[in-house]
């Protein structure tokens, strides 16, 4: 089992940034990705960015050039840095993880992002 608990979510005004954490734990051996999700209310949820082992990077096109993920593969953690955020971007951003063929979830953590 993999364990993963957000953090850093909450209101911010449209043009600001806000920095979120996931921070694994348990059997994180094997972990070959992880990333963050976003559910918007009445939406489904939708990729946000991903990183793999080896350091590839996935993002959606919403998000490019505004949010940069990375991995402290020591910490095992993975933060996702979201600048320029929109009124759009509202919604409970979810970590992931993948291990074994098995995806893990967090709990979620709001961001609400002011007009």
């Known amino acids: 089992q993999v364990q993963l608990v957000e953090s850093g979510g909450g209101l911010v005004q449209a043009g600001g940034s806000l920095r979120l954490s996931c921070a694994a734990s348990g059997s994180i051996f094997s972990i070959v990705r992880m990333g963050w999700y976003r559910q918007a209310p009445g939406k489904q949820r939708e990729l946000v960015a991903t990183?793999?082992?080896?350091?590839?990077?996935n993002y959606a096109d919403p998000v490019k050039g505004r949010f940069t993920i990375s991995r402290d593969n020591a910490k095992n953690t993975v933060v996702l840095q979201m600048n320029s955020l929109k009124p759009e971007d509202t919604a409970v951003y979810y970590c992931?993880?993948?291990?074994?063929?098995?995806?893990?979830w967090g709990k979620g953590t709001l961001v609400t992002v002011s007009s």
């Open positions: 992931a993880a993948r291990r074994v063929g098995v995806d893990y």
């Open positions: 990183i793999t082992n080896g350091g590839s990077i």
